[in-house]
Each structure stands twice: as structure tokens, then as C-alpha cells.
């Protein structure tokens, strides 16, 4: 299935002196651009109405569906500048499946892969003067769709809403990438099997800002989630998927199995370490093992990732009863050079082996 998509310029842009202040700092995810994105589903019609726009605020009845049973699902790519002047995309392709199959998770219609992918398309072309050119910076994407049906009755929606609006961005992390420490929180738990950690719907990110809080309470800068059966075996960040890199060189990262989000960077970074000759396990690997590995000098690495963040050291993990040091308590040298390796080629400053960057302008 294929869509046209009709074009609406905003009649009042932002004056070009003002964007280019903005794009000095960004900062990440505050500074937006002037169009959006918008495809409508109607039951028995399908998808529908696409077309680029005025960013704008969406006009929601007090009985839309999303409001009151949580149907929404979402995603996340960025659109990066490359030394030639050209803006390219990363892996879209992986978030429309994505996408498609967060939607089978919530009862929600999917979306065709070549309409996600023209949505982004045509609205970094639109609003390309707003991908930064800054060190890291680029145009963070965010697609979503949520239920828009006016019905208060519990059954997955009529009608639905995808959009895409975009934020212009600098790094992550303020002050550049640091090793970060975390909190291995069994109070509260991230995803049980059988439920939706493998999608990526707004109510799995709900749910961990309490941990997050508690991280905080405890002098930590984020959670990780260990498993709803057991409270012994990793699973993920709040966000963001975590790796174990070994003194003999293999990696670990948890397994995949309905309660962690397959993260396209995590498959990139797979898919980059292997092609090194390391080994890379997708394995359990609970709690236990990792403080003691951590402390027998076994471990000298961890890091989680994510579209956001790409690549971020982990150099602290605290918990009730233990606090462990991972490595040298900074960035390590597998994780490092991963970073590098993924940002070279997202940002056009190495050869893409893998087909992974797609040109729009």
C-alpha cells in the first residue's frame, strides 16, 4: 500500500535567525520543527489523509480512546548530516517492523513500511534546514499513533492518528558521554512475560519513571531492570539496552524474548562487534554474576544503548546490600570504539557496509 502525500506549508515559519540560534545548543528534545507528519485509519477504509503540515497542537475529545485505555505506540530515528551537505536516515526500515509490530502487541492496525518510511522522508525534506550541524547533533524523528476513536467502551479503537514531529538535537548526555551509574531496583519491575516490554508503548516508560525516581533517591543517574520472576536476571535500562563486554573479549547482552524492546542500535551493535570476530552471547546474566564478575576483574566493561543516547558507559551499579565498580569506573576501550565505529557511519564519516544509511537529500 502506498500513499501521496499532500503538502501544507506553514505560513509562518520561524525566521531563520531564530532557528539558527536554536540550533547553536538544542539541547535534546525541546526544540521543534515546523511541520509534522499526519496519516489517519478509519475501520473498513484503512489509511488515509496523509499529508506534511503545520506542526500544531491535535485537537482530542475528552472520550478519545487513548485517554482512557492506553492505546499508543511510538518510535524513535534521527536524520543526520553528512560532511558532503546530504541528510540521511539510519536504518528506517527497522523502525517501520518496529512499529508494525508494537502495533500486533496493543490490537492496533499496522502501518504499512513504505508509508512510515516516506513519512520521515518527506518530512526531513521538508524541514531540513533543521538538522543541526553542530558536533553530534541531528533531527531526533518521533512517530507515533494513538487511538482516536470517541468511545468509552474497552475494545481496541476504530479509528486511529499516526504522526511524526521532529526535534532538533544535540547530545544526549549535557556535557558530553560519561560513564553513568545505576540502581538495580527489586522493588519494581520493567516487563513480565506475556506482557508488552517488547513493545514500544507509552505505558512501558510510564511505568519505570518510579524507578527512575528511586535511582535518584539513591545518587544514581538511571535504573535497570531485573526480571519480573525471579528479581535475579538483567533485562534492561528504562530506555535503553545493556551490554557486558569480558576480559577474554566475548560480549553478553540479555536475550530477547517478549519483555525486552529489540533496540535497532543494539542489533547494529551486534552486528558491528561480530563483524570484528568477537563473540557476542545473547544470554541471561543475573545480578549475582555481574558484581562478581565485576569484581574479580572477569567483567571490564558495560555499557547500555539506545537511538537516543547511542552508546553510553555504565561505571557504577548499586543495589540493596551491594555497590560495585565496573572496569575502571569510565568509558572502556570495546565501548568506546563501538560508539565510534556506529557514529562514523550514521554520520557519513565512514564507509556503510551494511546498507544501514539511507540518503534523502
Known sequence: MSLTFDFKPNPAPLATEEREGLLADPGFGRV????????????????????????????????????????EIFE??????????????????????????????????????????????????????WVPSIPEGALYLRPFVFASEVFLGVKPSAEYIYAVIASSVGSYWKGGVKAISLWATKTYTRAAPGGTGAAKCGGNYAASLIALAEAS??????????????????????????????????????????????????????RLARDQGLTVEEAPYSIEDWQADAESGRLVEAFACGTAAVVTPIGRVKGDGFDFTVGSGGPGQLTERLHRQLTDIQFGRAADPYGWVQRVV
Open 32 to 71: 521543534f520543527t515546523d511541520h509534522m507528519a499526519v496519516v489517519q485509519y478509519t475501520e473498513g477504509k484503512g489509511w488515509h489523509s496523509a499529508r506534511i503540515q503545520p506542526r500544531e497542537a491535535i485537537a482530542t475529545d475528552p472520550a478519545s480512546s487513548v485517554l482512557h485505555y492506553a492505546q
Open 76 to 129: 524513535g530515528l534521527k536524520a543526520y548530516r553528512h560532511p558532503d551537505g546530504s541528510i540521511a536516515l539510519f536504518r528506517p526500515d527497522a523502525n517501520a517492523r518496529r512499529l508494525q509490530n508494537s502495533a500486533e502487541r496493543m490490537a492496533m492496525p499496522a502501518l504499512p513500511e513504505d508509508i512510515f518510511v516516506e513519512s520521515v522522508r518527506a518530512l526531513v525534506r521538508t524541514d531540513k534546514d
Open 217 to 270: 533517591r539513591q545518587g544514581c543517574d538511571q535504573v535497570v531492570f531485573l526480571d519480573a520472576v525471579e528479581r535475579r536476571y538483567v533485562e534492561e535500562l528504562g530506555g535503553m539496552n545493556v551490554f557486558f563486554v569480558f576480559a577474554d573479549g566475548t560480549v553478553r547482552t540479555p536475550p530477547l524474548g517478549g519483555t525486552i524492546l529489540p533496540g535497532i542500535t543494539r542489533d547494529s551493535l551486534i
